[in-house]
């Protein structure tokens, strides 16, 4: 599957952002979608991921700000970025695993797309 993410930019603190993924291919519906990010000089950490059905999950330091949701007619999964923090400031990947459970583990996300930049400063 191939994704397009899109929706980054330059935020003040407390503010908000959507990112976009749009996926082609008629597997959508079978993946696990996540985002992930990547600070410079950090790994790549899973912010948000959603199952095809089921409760999605979120890294602890976005919890009650972030929310991961699935459009599977449109083939698009979002992240909704409120209350945004400096410490956000990362790349964000878009990725589908085949797998039917979330993992944390990027190696388990066999579709990457190209990454859009989040900056958070005032």
């Known amino acids: 599957v191939q994704l397009q993410a899109s929706g980054g930019g330059l935020v003040q603190p407390g503010g908000s952002l959507r990112l976009s993924c749009a996926a082609s291919?008629?597997?959508?519906?079978?993946?696990?979608m996540g985002w992930y990010r990547q600070a410079p000089g950090k790994q790549r950490e899973l912010v948000a991921a959603?199952?095809?059905?089921?409760?999605?999950n979120y890294a602890d330091s976005v919890k009650g700000r972030f929310t991961i949701s699935r459009d599977n007619a449109k083939n698009t999964v979002y992240l909704q970025m409120n209350s945004l923090k400096p410490e956000d400031t990362a790349v964000y990947y878009c990725?589908?695993?085949?797998?039917?459970?979330?993992?944390?583990?990027?190696?388990?996300?066999?579709?990457w797309g190209q990454g859009t930049q989040v900056t958070v400063s005032s």
């Open positions: 990725a589908a695993s085949e797998d039917g459970i979330i993992s944390r583990s990027p190696v388990r996300y066999t579709s």
């Open positions: 291919g008629s597997i959508f519906s079978s993946n696990v």
């Open positions: 959603i199952p095809r059905s089921g409760y999605p």
